[in-house]
C-alpha cells in the first residue's frame, strides 16, 4: 500500500529524517517523522499514521499506540495557532486558571477544541518550564510571559484579525504547521529567526547581581593540567565500580524494606551497588542483537512478534520476571543465564 | 530594594550562566572569543580515561534530580567490548518548578554542544543525542542553529580537530511526554516507542539505547564539563560543599520580588536565596517551599537555613532535586497546590504501572471532593494510605514524586486539610468537578 496524500517534499524531507539515525535503528526516527506528517495536515491522521508505517516498514497499530502517547500529536484537525495556557500549581496561583477560565469563555472553546474559524485551539497545558515568568502560555510554543487576562484576550483578538503578536522571548511566530517542520529536525530558515527574542530580566537576575558587585568565582586557570599530578589515573575506571564481584550481586530477597531499595535505586550515590557494572560479566542479558534482529523479527511478522499494547513484543515482563527470580536465587554462582529475547534485547 | 549583605552575595557563582549576558552567545563566533571550544582542544590532546578520572575528581554530580556522581557513571561503560557507545543528554525540562535547562539552551547552546563532544570522547561514543522537550521550540532553534555551526567549523563530524575522533550529534524533540525525562523512558521514546520505563537492571550503562552502553545525563551535568576540564578539578570543587560540589542554577519562582535564575554555590540555604531575590513580595509570608521541584517533599518556612545541597536537604526529609524552588505564601493553599500537582501526575502517568496509574486517578478524585467541602476524615487516611500502595512500587520514579507532596502537605498543614472537610474554608471548587468522585 501506498499513500499518495504526502508532497515529494515530505517524502524527501522523511528521508533525511531515517538517515540521522542508524541504518539499522530507523524505528528512531518515528517521533519526528510523526511531526513532520502534522506539518502537512495539521494533525495526525490515517493517512499519516500509515505514511510513517509505510517509510519504516512498521504496521499502522505500532505507529497509531505511539502517536497517541504524546500530548503534542492532535488527533483532530488544529488551528493554525495553539494557544496553550499553563494551569500548573505555581502558573495557576499566580492568575494562570483565570487566564485559561477567559479565553475559553471568550473563544466558546474548551480544551483542545478549536475556534469555529479554525484559527485558534485552545489547550491548558502542564508545568512548561518557565515558572519564574509566571503566569505563561504559548502560541505554537513560543513563550508569552506573565499573562493577564486581557493581555491573553489582546493576543488571541490579534491571531484571530490575522495579525501576528510578538512573543516575549522567542523567535516571530510561524503557524502550527510550519512549527511541525521545526520540531521534525529541521532548521528555521526564516531570515533571522533564530537569533529573534530578547532574554528575560528573570534569567538573568542572579548574573546581573553578581556583575553590579564585581563577583566571579577565583582562581579559574584555564591552563590547569587535566592530570593531577599527585593522583595518576587508572588505565581501567571500571575498576571503580562498588561492587567488584564476578555475579549478579543484588541479593534479593535480602533485609532491605521495598521502600528502601526504591529508594537507593531512583537516588542511587557512589555506595549503591550497580549489579551490571562494567567488570562484573553479569549475565543479564545476551549478546547485543545483530542488526538483523529487528528485520527477521518483522519478516517473521506478527505470529512471532506478537504486538502488545504498548506495541513493544509481548512477553517483555514474564522475562523480566524469569530474569529477576533467576538473579534472586543465583547468590554468587555465574553462568548464561541470559537469554536474547530479554527486553533489552529485543529492540 | 535592599542591596544584599556582602557575604550572601559571595554565594553567588556565575560559571554555566556567565555568558548569558552576552548578545549572541549563541553565535560561535561570540561563543569562541568568551573560552568557547577551548576546554575541547584542551580534552583531544588528553586520554580519555584521563578525562572520566578529572570528572570524578572534580565530585560533579548530576544535575537531573538524583544527583548521581557523574564520573561513576562514565566509569561504567564498558571499554574494549565492540559494541557502539551513546551519549544521550536528557534536555526534557518539564518537572513543575524547573527552569534551567532552557534558558541555558537558549542563551549558550555551545557549551552543552563542547560539553558533549568532550563527554563523548571520554566514553568513546560516536553517537550522540540530545533529547529536548517537544515544547522547548527556541531552545531547540537556536541548540540545531549550534550543532550546524559545529559541523560547519570541524568541531563534529569525521576526524574532529584533527584528533581521529568522530562523532555525530542530532537534536531528537520529544513530543509531550514528561515522563520522558526519565532517562529509560527517554530511551524507549528515542527508539520509537511509547515512552514507558524499563525494569531496571540492567542499567543504561551496560544495556541503554539499542541495547549499548549508554551515559544518560541532564543538560547542567554535560554543560558543566566544559569548565571543569579547564579550570581543573580543585578549582570546581572550591565552590559547593564537600560532597556537593560545584555551582547550581538555583530557580526561584512564585511570591518573592524578583523571581529567576540564580547560579549559587551548592549549600547556599533558601534565607539567603531570599536576600539575593529582594525578599517575599510585600503582604506575602512564606509558608511552604519545594527545595527540587513538585516531585520533592514539601517545606516549611522552619527550613529556611537548611544548607541546599544534596545531603543537606535530604537531612531535613526532602529532595534537592533539579533546585526549582517553588515558593508559596500565607495566600496560598497547600491543599490546592497539592492538588494541582497531582492533577499534574495523573495527566503524566504513562500508565504502564497500575499503583501510579490508579492511585493518581484516585487521589484527584479525593482531592476533588476535599477542595468541594465534601471530604470526611477518612479522606485522610485513603490518602496516606494510597500513597503508600504507590510508593516503591512502580517502574519509575514518577508515582514516587506523586506522594511527595501529598505526604509531607499532611504532615505540615493537616489543618489545612481539616478545615475544608470541617467547614471552616469555603471550598475552592464548585459541585460540578465532582462528578465521578465516590
Known amino acids: ?70 500530548t503534542m500529536y492532535k488527533r483532530r484537525p488544529t488551528g493554525d495557532w495553539l494557544v496553550s495556557v499553563c494551569t500548573n500549581t505555581m502558573c ?38 518557565a515558572c519564574d515568568y509566571g503566569p505563561v502560555m504559548t502560541v505554537n510554543y513560543d513563550f508569552f510571559d506573565g499573562v493577564d487576562p486581557q493581555t491573553a484576550v489582546g493576543v488571541v483578538d490579534e491571531l484571530r484579525a490575522g495579525g501576528r503578536p510578538t512573543s516575549s522571548r522567542g523567535a516571530r511566530l510561524c503557524t502550527l504547521k510550519e512549527m511541525a517542520i521545526q520540531l521534525a529536525g529541521f532548521a528555521d530558515e526564516r531570515e533571522g529567526a533564530v537569533a529573534d527574542g530578547v532574554p528575560g530580566e528573570p534569567s538573568l537576575r542572579g548574573l546581573r547581581l553578581a556583575q553590579e558587585h564585581g563577583i566571579s568565582v577565583p582562581g579559574f586557570d584555564p591552563n590547569t593540567p587535566i592530570r593531577s599530578g599527585d593522583k595518576p589515573a587508572p588505565a581501567t575506571p571500571a575498576k571503580a565500580a562498588p561492587t567488584g564481584s564476578t555475579a549478579p550481586d543484588v541479593p534479593a530477597p535480602d533485609r532491605k524494606s521495598p521502600q528502601l531499595r526504591t529508594a537507593e535505586t531512583r537516588q542511587p550515590d557512589a555506595k549503591t551497588a550497580v549489579p551490571d557494572a562494567p567488570g562484573t560479566k553479569v549475565p543479564v542479558d545476551g549478546p547485543a542483537p545483530g542488526p538483523r534482529d529487528a528485520q527477521t523479527a518483522e519478516a517473521a511478522g506478527v505470529a512471532a512478534n506478537k504486538p502488545a499494547a504498548d506495541a513493544k513484543p509481548a512477553g517483555d515482563d514474564a522475562e523480566a520476571q524469569e530474569r529477576n527470580l533467576r538473579e534472586a536465587e543465583s547468590t554468587g554462582r555465574s553462568g548464561d543465564q541470559g537469554s536474547a529475547n530479554d527486553k533489552g534485547a529485543q529492540k | ?67 548521581f556522581p557523574t564520573g561513576l557513571k562514565w566509569g561504567f561503560i564498558p571499554q574494549g567490548d565492540g559494541k557502539p557507545h551513546y551519549l544521550v543528554v536528557n534536555a526534557d525540562e518539564g518537572e513543575p518548578g524547573t527552569c534551567k535547562d532552557l534558558p541555558l539552551m537558549t542563551h549558550d547552546p555551545h557549551s552543552l554542544v563542547e560539553g558533549v563532544i568532550i563527554a563523548s570522547y571520554a566514553i568513546r561514543a560516536n553517537r550522540a543525542y540530545i533529547y529536548i522537550r517537544g515544547e522547548a521550540v527556541h531552545a531547540a532553534r537556536r541548540l540545531r542553529n549550534a550543532v550546524n555551526e559545529a559541523y560547519a567549523k570541524g568541531y563534529l563530524g569525521r576526524n574532529i580537530l584533527g584528533s581521529g575522533f568522530d562523532l555525530e550529534l542530532v537534536v531528537h524533540s520529544g513530543a509531550g511526554a514528561y515522563i520522558c525525562g526519565e532517562e529509560t523512558a527517554l530511551l524507549d521514546s528515542l527508539e520509537g516507542f511509547r515512552g514507558q520505563p524499563r525494569l531496571r537492571p540492567p542499567f543504561p550503562a ?42 547550581m542554577i538555583y530557580s ?31 503582604g506575602h509570608n512564606l509558608k511552604f517551599w519545594t527545595p527540587g521541584g513538585s516531585s520533592t517533599p514539601l517545606l516549611t518556612a522552619e527550613h529556611l537555613d537548611v544548607p541546599m545541597d544534596f545531603e543537606g536537604v535530604a537531612g531535613a526529609g526532602s529532595i534537592l532535586g533539579t533546585t526549582a524552588t517553588q515558593i508559596f505564601s500565607d495566600q496560598d493553599c497547600p491543599v490546592y497546590a497539592t492538588y494541582r500537582w497531582l492533577e499534574f501526575y495523573h495527566h503524566e502517568s504513562c500508565g504502564k504501572c497500575t499503583p501510579c496509574r490508579e492511585g493518581n486517578y484516585w487521589m484527584v478524585r479525593v482531592y476533588r471532593r476535599i477542595l468541594s467541602g465534601q471530604g470526611t476524615h477518612d479522606d485522610l487516611d ?25 505526604t509531607s502537605s499532611l504532615k505540615y498543614f493537616k489543618q489545612d486539610y481539616l478545615d475544608y472537610i470541617e467547614g471552616r474554608t469555603a471550598p475552592k471548587l464548585s459541585d460540578k468537578q465532582l462528578v465521578g468522585a465516590h
Request: glycine share 12%; hydrophobic share 40%; charged share 20%.
Open chain 1, 1 to 70: 500500500m501506498t499513500t499518495t496524500v504526502f508532497t515529494d517534499e515530505t517524502r524527501a524531507r522523511a528521508r533525511e529524517i531515517v538517515a540521522r539515525y542508524p541504518a539499522d535503528r530507523s524505528r528512531s526516527a518515528l517521533l519526528p517523522l510523526l511531526h513532520l506528517v502534522q506539518s502537512e495536515e495539521g494533525y495526525v491522521s490515517p493517512a499519516g499514521v500509515a505514511f510513517c508505517a509505510e517509510v519504516l516498514g512498521l504496521n499502522k497499530a505500532q505507529v497509531g499506540a505511539v502517536a497517541s502517547f504524546y
Open chain 1, 92 to 129: 495557576n496561583v499566580l492568575g494562570g486558571q483565570e487566564v485559561y477560565d477567559t479565553l475559553a469563555e471568550h473563544l466558546g472553546v474548551g480544551h483542545d477544541e478549536t475556534t469555529a474559524d479554525g484559527k485558534v485551539t485552545l489547550e491548558h497545558a502542564e508545568c512548561l518550564a
Open chain 2, 1 to 67: 530594594m535592599t542591596t544584599p549583605r556582602p557575604e550572601t552575595l559571595a554565594k553567588l557563582t556565575p560559571v554555566l550562566t556567565k555568558r548569558w549576558l552576552s548578545p549572541d552567545a549563541w553565535r560561535i563566533g561570540t561563543y569562541e572569543k568568551l573560552d568557547g571550544y577551548a576546554a575541547l582542544r584542551k580534552a583531544l590532546k588528553a586520554h580519555p580515561d584521563d578525562l572520566i578520572q578529572l570528572v570524578k575528581d572534580s565530585g560533579l554530580r548530576g544535575r537531573g534530580g538524583a544527583g
Open chain 2, 206 to 247: 551496560t544495556h541503554g539505547l539499542y541495547a549499548s552502553p549508554t551515559v544518560v545525563n541532564n543538560v547542567g551535568t554535560i554543560a558543566s564539563v566544559p569548565y571543569i576540564v579547564l579550570g581543573g578539578a580543585a578549582w570546581w570543587k572550591s565552590m559547593g560543599t564537600e560532597k556537593s560540589s560545584g555551582p
Open chain 2, 252 to 282: 526561584l519562582s512564585g511570591r518573592i520580588a524578583n523571581p529567576g535564575q540564580y547560579e549559587c554555590s551548592l549549600g547556599v540555604t533558601l534565607r539567603e536565596l531570599l536576600e539575593l531575590a529582594g525578599g517575599m513580595q510585600p
Open chain 2, 382 to 406: 485513603t490518602l496516606l494510605d494510597t500513597c503508600d500502595n504507590i510508593l516503591g512500587r512502580s517502574f519509575c520514579g514518577l508515582g514516587d514524586g506523586a506522594t511527595s507532596s501529598v
